[in-house]
């Protein structure tokens, strides 16, 4: 063996060290920073919709069971993630129990509140509609039984990830072969092509319906009356569930891309013989891409909060009513002079 050959592998063992650094770093703080921000955001936005001004909307009934549904995301798949890989705890490529148990409990609580998202875009889509048979789809009892339902289909379908996980050369993964090949395309589809497709089509959908329930309006009407009716029949709730789930779907789209098109490159690689190097490589951008899913979930109160008015003075009581314990009616009162400060404000402009 050369010096030349010994240089290369030392600088490769020294990229690895920098790679691996790197990771563990992230994950550690970055993950962390993470966790707390969206168990706080979830939390604070179930007692949102909890409230009795967003009882039986489906829509808000579909926001509350992903953001429950998120608090298992962080406390378990995210917080597994940040222990493998930023305090290098390897009991995910030791124990095959808890190999396969971590594995299916982690496509669940990243399912999940995923698709409550995309029904409550459908839902949208149904509820902006002028056809009054589609609009009946949009209602607490179709937005419960389809809650329950999601629940029950994600855990029905990940038991294969409980059959064909396996521990091989030291590494928790799925069997290689036919299925390691189908499970790869599979879950590039599920976790990210098909859930922003859905997302971009149905969301597009009710762009469209709302365009067209202003295009009603007469030309005729005065501006300032123009003003008043410019959403027709839809409620000012309405509106702004439109938009919270808009900037929401934005979020999901930019924050979701990197992951499935990290999967169809493993995918296309499953069999390729990599250096040590390459395999570090591929192993922290793997881990990359799941930092910006959670991030996109740990936003969501955030988003919520940017996007709606309602949603905010609903934060607001809340805090005022519960932690600084003022009388109810006051707080009423003062909600009253905001709001009609702002229609006269509106009626100003």
Same mark, same amino acid.
């Given at each position: 063996?050369?010096?030349?050959?010994?240089?290369?592998?030392?600088?490769?063992?020294?990229? !690895?060290?920098? =790679?691996?650094?790197?990771?563990?770093?992230?994950?550690?703080?970055?993950?962390?920073?993470?966790?707390?921000? $969206?168990?706080?955001?979830?939390?604070?936005? @179930?007692?949102?919709?909890?409230?009795?001004?967003?009882?039986?909307?489906? &829509?808000?009934?579909?926001?509350?069971?992903?953001?429950?549904?998120?608090?298992?995301?962080?406390?378990?798949?995210?917080?597994?993630?940040?222990?493998?890989? $930023?305090?290098?705890?390897?009991?995910?490529?030791?124990?095959?129990?808890?190999? #396969?148990? *971590?594995?299916?409990?982690?496509?669940?609580?990243?399912?999940?509140? %995923?698709?409550?998202?995309?029904?409550?875009?459908?839902? *949208?889509?149904?509820?902006?509609?002028?056809?009054?048979?589609? /609009?009946?789809?949009?209602?607490?009892?179709?937005?419960? *039984?389809?809650?329950?339902?999601?629940?029950?289909?994600? &855990? +029905?379908?990940?038991?294969?990830?409980?059959?064909?996980?396996? =521990?091989?050369?030291?590494? @928790?993964?799925?069997?290689?072969?036919?299925? $390691?090949?189908?499970?790869? =395309?599979? !879950?590039?589809?599920?976790?990210?092509?098909?859930?922003?497709?859905?997302?971009?089509?149905?969301?597009?959908?009710?762009?469209?319906?709302?365009?067209?329930?202003?295009?009603?309006?007469?030309?005729?009407?005065?501006?300032? /009356?123009? /003003?008043?009716? *410019?959403?027709? #029949?839809?409620?000012? #709730?309405?509106?702004?569930?439109?938009?919270?789930?808009?900037?929401?779907? &934005?979020?999901?789209?930019?924050?979701?891309?990197?992951?499935? @098109?990290?999967?169809?490159?493993?995918?296309?690689?499953?069999?390729?013989?990599?250096?040590?190097? %390459? /395999?570090?490589?591929?192993?922290?951008?793997?881990?990359?891409?799941?930092?910006? +899913?959670?991030?996109?979930?740990?936003?969501?109160?955030?988003?919520?909060? =940017?996007?709606?008015?309602?949603?905010?003075?609903?934060?607001?009581?809340?805090?005022?009513? #519960?932690?600084? &314990?003022?009388?109810?009616?006051?707080?009423?009162?003062?909600?009253? !002079?905001?709001?009609?400060?702002?229609?006269?404000? $509106?009626?100003?402009?």
């Amino acid at each position: 063996m050369n010096d030349t050959t010994i240089n290369i592998y030392d600088n490769q063992a020294y990229l !690895i060290s920098i =790679i691996d650094l790197l990771n563990k770093t992230i994950s550690q703080f970055g993950l962390g920073l993470i966790m707390i921000m $969206g168990n706080i955001g979830s939390v604070l936005t @179930c007692i949102v919709f909890y409230q009795p001004t967003f009882h039986k909307n489906p &829509c808000a009934m579909y926001f509350l069971a992903s953001s429950f549904s998120q608090f298992f995301t962080f406390n378990f798949s995210l917080l597994t993630r940040m222990i493998h890989y $930023g305090y290098n705890i390897q009991t995910l490529n030791t124990s095959l129990w808890y190999c #396969k148990i *971590r594995s299916y409990l982690f496509y669940l609580f990243i399912a999940i509140p %995923r698709y409550n998202i995309i029904f409550a875009s459908i839902d *949208r889509y149904f509820a902006s509609s002028r056809d009054a048979l589609r /609009r009946q789809w949009s209602s607490s009892k179709i937005a419960f *039984r389809l809650i329950i339902g999601n629940i029950f289909f994600w &855990c +029905i379908l990940y038991i294969q990830v409980i059959i064909f996980y396996d =521990i091989n050369t030291g590494t @928790c993964y799925y069997q290689s072969g036919a299925y $390691g090949m189908f499970f790869s =395309i599979y !879950i590039s589809i599920d976790s990210g092509i098909l859930p922003t497709c859905l997302m971009l089509v149905f969301g597009l959908l009710t762009l469209n319906n709302v365009h067209q329930t202003r295009r009603r309006i007469n030309p005729d009407l005065q501006p300032d /009356r123009t /003003r008043s009716i *410019r959403f027709g #029949k839809m409620s000012k #709730k309405d509106v702004q569930f439109h938009r919270m789930l808009a900037n929401q779907i &934005c979020l999901f789209v930019i924050l979701n891309l990197p992951n499935p @098109c990290y999967l169809i490159y493993r995918s296309s690689t499953i069999y390729a013989v990599k250096s040590p190097l %390459r /395999r570090t490589v591929e192993s922290f951008v793997g881990n990359m891409t799941y930092v910006p +899913i959670y991030l996109g979930f740990s936003l969501t109160f955030a988003n919520f909060a =940017i996007s709606s008015q309602i949603f905010r003075q609903e934060f607001i009581q809340f805090i005022q009513t #519960k932690i600084l &314990c003022r009388p109810v009616a006051s707080v009423t009162r003062g909600r009253i !002079i905001a709001v009609r400060a702002l229609r006269s404000k $509106g009626e100003n402009e």
